[in-house]
């Protein structure tokens, strides 16, 4: 196995890498700044991203002086929304990211490691998981019981975790699990726990790193397009914003407001881009043959 | 090969049955009690309720519930929707089928040509600045925000150029005086369609089949194809349907490519690494070193073996670009069903929503089974279950 | 004599991260038709370098920073890349390594074959090349039925025939085989290698072939050729070589297997290992493995030298003939 350093060396040759990572720190700084905005220099009453509302002016507001991407129908300032998002954009894509890399790691080495019946339930589980429709389907349950961001993003790890990363990340512990040092462990007396914690998942793990930023990628847009629909309970997320105009009838007159939702909508899609191209320059660490030459 | 055919059906029945399973129990083990929800909806008439209750067999315990729901879906009911009652939910989901099915088929068969084709030409081209440009540009794509995609392609084409149709299925005052329902047309239309695919795929089979390929051939080809999409037009003229056909077609048109956008990239990207990995193999060098010409060595030494990972991802993929198909429907207010389960699920209509989950998943199994015998058909390795082949 | 292969001065680099790969190193040598060479030498030493070169399929990352190579007089690396295109398989064709992978999974080995004759025969109908597939399969010793099947229903030794079989299609006048049969278990090595052997003087083709096994090589060659880290060390009639060899390494090699005739023999493989082509050696690129070094061997590279007819060797104390005493040998095997 190659040192931490190694593949860093490694990652930092892929342009589409580096260039993703690039933009996810200025989304981290973008979304770290929000604290010091609101606390030293915004009006809280005016730049609160759910209640604020500024009197001086008619809403939605183009941009101006002190709205830089101006106002909402409702008196908000889109920039302080966009700010104070993303910070929950971030706990959302990880946490979910998390929870269904941590799970598919783990199920993966097991079904690999155990086979037999434990290798076949996981297995058909996850193409059934596979099947599921997932936004369609949490449209329906999010519009019956309205989930907040923890627990979405805990429903959406899970129902990532069960699916296609499991198949993936067990075929790569599978020839693993065949390597000579595995035996040796065994005939050692290491226990089955100890095998996979030490050897199987260490060697999985570049994978399942892999396939966390693919999966932030698709938690973001999930809730973002769940948000759109109006079925989760958040109070606020870029999703939320490009709700906020679509209610209130001003998606419609597409180039007059493109305040309302251009910027959340390139917030979404350029931060989505920027954890998939981390996610192929990783490709390249763990997989040679991509490897520039 | 009917064995193992057979065997992918009966999974499929299996896999179909957990999934109605699961998305049954799923939505009563919602807090809040469906029914009641469902019962106490003030758009049902009074005396509608208790009728209803019984129907449904609302008072018997959830398991006999489920068995039954299993043997009316079987017999093709479904409940009665209550958002458009008294509308059977089959009746309401057969009429949107075909429109997701024409639009989900057109957008995916499309995103995968394009994807394929491009693909091949980057990694084929690897490190070029056309390799560069579309991997950038197909990331913007596949992880663009749907609404907001299809917010800009409306913009731009229909509401800036004026070159198509905002939304929707049709052009309601073109139909005003229009001799048929537009579901009718539509039907006609995609049998019509159907045809000239199957038409036109057998000419090109035929003639395709040597491995000379004689611009004679290729020319005669292309003839015949145009011969018969030429009379497939002709006849709708005559019958007087194509100027609905291609108002139709015309609203179309933004859904598909947007769709189109959305999804090519995933296949393209795919193919791409695929491809890198093939063009080391020692077939492609020893197709080089046969001097055969570059275009066969790329398409059919190093595409033609990248195609077959590409095609299970293909497989694994249809359930995302099935959500995002719904979603596009949304924007564009095609009434497939995609806005049924959207406006039923917002609706709280319970039997609606539920059965448009339970075709969504119908409809993904069947996609799902289409696309593997696709890949069994291409990898002369699935030996279908059978013995292979003695050794020699 | 009419030579059909030429290469002169030819040497070549591979560009790497850690530097410049010296694979070929100022490689001579000629090859007249109808004759067979032999190129030995232990894996990595560059022999599929060469064979590469010749066939004019280097990968990006190569350089050739001189020498030239003749193929029926024409000069290979100054045609245009579609006129030499045209020249593969029907003047040159290859047995690759991993003839096991050669054959694409997704085609009948059947018309993988006719492809070939069809591109390169415009006269031929689809017809005409499947009755040469038929006949190239007699040849090769396949039932004629298993045309239509696909790579995978073949076993490796026929897969390794097909390979062939290709090979021969277009009637090449010369056929580069790198290790043909190394992936073959020893008694199907020994027939397959014969059989090539017996259709080559048949037809009156040249052949080179590539092994890292000297005991392969010295069946089937006219002609033998050493090669250590990218030069080529000793070369010369194969009789000569196997009677009297001169280079060191050579006899090193001859050592280190075991005849196919399977006589008993301990085995005495030459101490150390090839060096890193990155930085070779300086001098002689053997010496730091040689038991004869000399000062000299350290500081200066040896010139090849004619120590027989046709025999040249790169050593400055090459084995002297055995008239003039076989001690030194004695000391070797001691
Ligand atoms: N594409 C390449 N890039 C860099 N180095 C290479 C490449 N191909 C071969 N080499 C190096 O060149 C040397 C000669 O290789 P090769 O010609 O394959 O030797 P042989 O066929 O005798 O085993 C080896 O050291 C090998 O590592
Ligand atoms: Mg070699």
Known sequence: MRSLAQHWAIFRESRIGIAGLVVIVCFGVFGMMWPLMFRNVWDPNVYHPVVGFDPTMMHPAAPCRGHLLGTDPIGRDILAQLMFSTGREFLLGVLSAMISVVVGTFIGAMAAYYGGFTDAFFMRLADIVMLFPFVPLLVVVGSLVRLDMFSFAIILGFLEAFGGITIILKAQALQVKVRPYIDAAKVAGGDDLHIIRSHIIPNVLPLSFLYMMFNVTAAILSEATLSFFGVLNIDMSWGMMIHTAETAGYLFDYGRYWWLWLPSGLAITLFCAAFYMVGRGLDEVVNPRLRKR | ?392 | ?334
């Not at chain 3, 790497?16 to 030493?45: I, N, P, Y």
């Not at chain 3, 399969?137 to 995978?152: K, L, Q």
């Not at chain 3, 020893?186 to 037809?203: A, F, N, S, W, Y």
């Open chain 2, 1 to 392: 090969m009917r064995r193992y055919v057979l065997g992918r059906v009966g999974q499929l029945v299996i896999t179909l049955f957990i999934y109605i399973a699961l998305v049954y129990f799923l939505l009563q083990a919602m807090p809040g009690d469906i029914s009641m929800i469902y019962l106490q909806n003030p758009r049902i008439p009074q005396a509608a309720r208790e009728e209803l209750k019984k129907q449904l067999g609302l008072d018997q315990p959830p398991i006999v519930q489920f068995l039954s729901y299993i043997r009316n879906f079987f017999t093709g009911n479904l409940g009665v929707s209550f958002s458009q009652y008294p509308r059977p939910v089959w009746d309401i989901l057969l009429e949107r089928l075909p429109r997701t099915l024409v639009l989900f088929i057109t957008a995916n068969a499309l995103s995968f040509y394009v994807g394929f084709m491009l693909g091949r030409v980057i990694a084929w081209r690897r490190g070029a600045t056309v390799d560069h440009a579309a991997t950038v540009v197909g990331i913007a794509f596949w992880t663009a925000f749907y609404p907001l995609l299809s917010l800009i392609l409306i913009w731009l084409f229909a509401y800036t150029l004026k070159w198509l149709p905002l939304n929707q299925f049709i052009e309601p005052s073109l139909w005003v005086y229009a001799p048929w329902p537009s579901n009718t047309v539509f039907g006609y239309m995609v049998f019509g369609i159907a045809v000239i695919s199957i038409a036109v795929f057998a000419i090109l089979w035929s003639l395709g089949r040597g491995q000379r390929k004689t611009g004679r051939k290729i020319g005669l080809a292309w003839a015949l194809s145009a011969g018969v999409f030429a009379a497939g037009l002709g006849v709708a003229a005559s019958a007087g349907m194509l100027v609905y056909m291609w108002d139709i077609v015309r609203h179309m048109v933004l859904p598909v490519v947007t769709l189109t956008l959305i999804n090519f990239a995933g296949t393209m990207l795919l193919m791409r690494d695929s491809m890198l990995e093939t063009v080391e193999e020692d077939y492609v060098m020893a197709a080089r070193a046969k001097g055969l010409p570059d275009a066969v060595v790329r398409d059919r030494y190093a595409a033609r073996n990248a195609l077959l990972p590409t095609v299970t991802s293909l497989v694994l993929s249809l359930a995302a670009s099935m959500s995002g198909g719904l979603v596009t429907e949304t924007m564009f207010s095609w009434p497939g069903l995609g806005q049924v389960l959207f406006r039923s699920a917002l609706a709280n209509d319970y039997p609606l929503a539920t059965g448009a989950l339970v075709f969504t998943g119908i409809f993904l199994l069947i996609a799902h089974f289409v696309a593997d015998m696709l890949y069994a058909a291409l990898d002369p390795r699935i030996s279908y279950g059978g013995e292979p082949v003695a050794e020699g």
């Open chain 3, 1 to 334: 004599m009419d030579a059909l292969l030429k290469v002169e001065n030819f040497t070549m680099h591979y560009r790497t991260t850690a530097g410049h790969v010296k694979a070929v190193d100022d490689v001579t040598f000629s090859l007249a038709r109808g004759q067979s060479l032999g190129l030995v030498g232990e894996s990595g030493c560059g022999k599929t370098s060469i064979a590469m070169s010749i066939m004019r399929l280097l990968p990006y990352n190569s350089e050739i920073k001189s020498g030239r190579v003749f193929l029926g007089g024409q000069d290979v690396y100054s045609m245009r890349e579609e006129d030499f295109r045209k020249l593969r398989w029907k003047e040159v064709a290859m047995i690759f390594q991993a003839a096991m992978n050669a054959l694409n999974p997704v085609y009948t080995v059947g018309s993988q074959i006719t492809e070939v004759i069809l591109e390169h025969e415009p006269a031929a109908s689809e017809r005409d090349a499947r009755e040469r597939v038929a006949e190239l399969f007699c040849t090769v010793g396949i039932p004629e039925e298993r045309m239509d099947h696909y790579p995978h229903e073949y076993s490796g030794g026929m897969k390794q025939r097909a390979v062939i079989a290709m090979a021969l299609a277009c009637s090449p006048s010369l056929i580069i085989a790198d290790e043909p049969t190394t992936a073959l278990d020893v008694i199907v090595q020994d027939k397959i290698l014969r059989e090539m052997e017996e259709i080559r003087r048949k037809t009156d083709m040249s052949m080179i072939y590539i092994s890292h096994d000297i005991s392969v090589i010295a069946e089937v060659s006219d002609v033998v050729g050493v090669m250590y880290a990218g030069k080529l060390v000793e070369i010369g009639p194969a009789d000569d070589i196997f009677k009297r060899p001169r280079h060191p390494y050579t006899y090193g090699l001859m050592n280190a297997y075991p005849s196919i005739l399977g006589e008993k023999r301990d085995l005495a493989t030459i101490p150390g290992e090839p060096p890193n082509l990155v930085f070779p050696p300086e001098g002689c690129r053997f010496h730091p493995r040689c038991d004869w070094a000399t000062d000299e061997c350290g500081t200066v590279e040896p010139p090849a030298r004619y120590v027989g007819p046709n025999h040249s060797v790169a050593c400055y104390n090459p084995f002297p003939a055995p008239s003039s005493g076989g001690d030194r040998i004695g000391v070797a095997t001691a």
